[in-house]
């Protein structure tokens, strides 16, 4: 079936990076966007950006350009999420979710909680 | 940058009532508009896309109509399982999501 599985929760000091991974099977990883949105702790969601898989392109919300940077190694099935700079409100939960068409996402990792604490 | 406002903020039923959950673009999206159910510890799952399309699997009581800027989520008789936070998803050149809506019990 297909499916997207994500690296464990991550503790960062503020100013660190951190990279999560969205590792995908049971479909060709290159035909579909990967899209990343992040959730803070009880708010609602935040479209972050995408990556092709297929040509590495990628393309981010405004907010984070500059912060974040998406690649993947196809090899593996895998892409992944930097974000830079990290700072106490990026505490969030971050997803990977595939782009089936237009407005469909489907499937969504299960998530990975990402805490910025000094 | 293309602004969604769902109305309500929360919305208290009780089981077998009708909801009705509203979606507003600040500008024209066509159609390219989903809807999300998201629990508790979860990750959101895809009910609607393109306004009024159900996802597979989604039950027959989840309905989306509208297009432009104004949607509608209709779910016509509740289920327990239903009590979630709902979001509306457009694509123009970005993603945007909604703030939510929360059905509750009431």
């Known amino acids: 079936q297909v499916q997207l599985v994500q690296s464990g929760a991550d503790v960062k000091k503020p100013g660190a990076s951190v990279k999560v991974s969205c590792k995908a099977s049971?479909?060709?990883?290159?035909?579909?966007?990967m899209h990343w949105v992040r959730q803070a702790p009880g708010q609602g969601l935040e479209w972050m950006g995408w990556?092709?898989?297929?040509?590495?392109?990628?393309n981010y919300a405004q907010k984070f350009q500059g912060r974040v940077t998406m690649t993947r190694d196809t090899s593996i099935s895998t892409a992944f999420m930097e974000l830079s700079g990290l700072r106490s409100d990026d505490t969030a939960v971050y997803y990977c979710?595939?782009?089936?068409?237009?407005?469909?996402?489907?499937?969504w990792g299960q998530g990975t909680l990402v805490i910025v604490s000094s | 940058e293309i602004v969604l406002t769902q109305s309500p903020a929360t919305l208290s039923l009780s089981p077998g009532e009708r909801a009705t959950l509203s979606c507003r673009a600040s500008?024209?999206?066509?159609?390219?508009l989903a809807w999300y159910q998201q629990k508790p510890g979860q990750a959101p799952r895809l009910l609607i896309y393109d306004a009024s399309n159900r996802a597979t699997g989604i039950p027959a009581r989840f309905s989306g109509s509208g297009s432009g800027t104004d949607f509608t989520l209709t779910i016509s008789s509740l289920e327990p399982e239903d009590f979630a936070v709902y979001y509306c998803?457009?694509?123009?050149?970005?993603?945007?999501f909604g703030q939510g809506t929360k059905v509750e019990i009431k």
């Open positions: 049971g479909y060709t990883f290159t035909g579909y966007y």
């Open positions: 500008q024209s999206v066509s159609s390219y």
């Open positions: 990556i092709n898989p297929n040509s590495g392109d990628s």
């Open positions: 998803l457009q694509r123009s050149t970005f993603w945007t």
């Open positions: 979710a595939r782009l089936e068409m237009t407005t469909k996402f489907d499937p």
